[in-house]
């Protein structure tokens, strides 16, 4: 049965009121974005070949190597001037250990200026040089890209062919343009730098001949990444849906929903909500899915009967 305009909005209305006043219609407890991702945490191929792209241990860092520099905040961080500046590279010089004024052993990373190689730059790092080179450290010096990742990662992807699975895009200064489609063919051109937080900038053909690019985190620091496996697929994924219409599909890869449309199909086009709440009014069953930009979807026996996006 679909309910008529005026139901919806008593049923939108209902949903948004506190869980502890009566109101007719029973409430279950709220399921977040994080219950959503436990449930679906699976080891893929992608998932392996990320683990390939992650920084370096610093025991594998070689004198010569260079760092770009993001934001001239990195020299308050560093010991000894000249400051730098965004587009800096510095050079990675040597390592010595030091005892700090409190006692503790620390260790100094003495990078060289690109343009003054004379002027050391020394970052320090609060733990031992033992303990810096044991098996599972890394070293990520703030506000810097490891020119040696951008070209390990460039040597990884360029020239492969793979499935885009996000609507977003930058430019080549790795500001966000007009979204794109999803889940479409793509031709990786290179791997360039991209800034603070997404270190990593993956500028790819799509079949129409439109360049664009993507931002790409590595490794596992930070709590939300967009590491390889979240933005690119080996295979097609529309083969995974054979009962998905074709109608229906062009309406997911150009992230767009429509009334009648499931939750799973919503979910591919829109991706998770923030939370979910659910309930049921005796003779219905409905989900209310919001998001963190105000936008909602209402479901009514698990089909889409109103939405503000």
Known sequence: ????????????????????????????????????????VVVSAENEFASRLFPRLFSQWREGDRLLVTDSR???????????????????????????ITGDSVTIIEFGSADDAAI??????????????????????????????IAYADSMLRGN???????LRVDADAQPIAMGKRYVPVTIRGVYP????????????????TIASVVMTTGNARSDTRNFDVLFAFNDPRMRYPDISDAVWANIVATRVAQ????????????????????????????????????????EDGRLATFRL
């Open 74 to 100: 990195l020299s308050l961080l560093l010991e000894t001037e000249p400051s730098v500046s965004p587009g800096d590279t510095i050079v990675y010089r040597g390592v010595a250990e030091d005892v700090s």
């Open 120 to 149: 050391p730059l020394r970052y320090i790092v609060e733990m031992p040089l033992s303990r810096l080179n044991s098996a599972d450290n890394r070293v990520e010096v703030p506000f810097t890209i490891d020119l040696q990742l």
């Open 161 to 167: 062919r793979y499935y885009l699975m996000t609507n």
């Open 194 to 209: 991209g800034n603070s937080t997404y270190p990593l900038r993956v500028e790819f053909e799509e079949a129409d001949g």
């Open 260 to 299: 009648g449309m499931t939750t799973d199909e919503c979910r591919l086009s829109l991706g998770s909500p923030r939370d979910v709440k659910k309930t049921h009014n005796g003779s219905s069953y409905f989900e209310r899915w919001s998001f963190d930009n105000g936008a909602y979807l209402i479901f």
């Open 1 to 40: 049965m679909r309910l008529q305009p005026f139901a919806i909005f008593a049923i939108v209305v209902a949903m948004m009121l506190p869980v502890g006043c009566f109101t007719g219609i029973e409430s279950t407890p709220k399921i977040t974005e994080k219950d959503v991702r436990k449930q679906n």
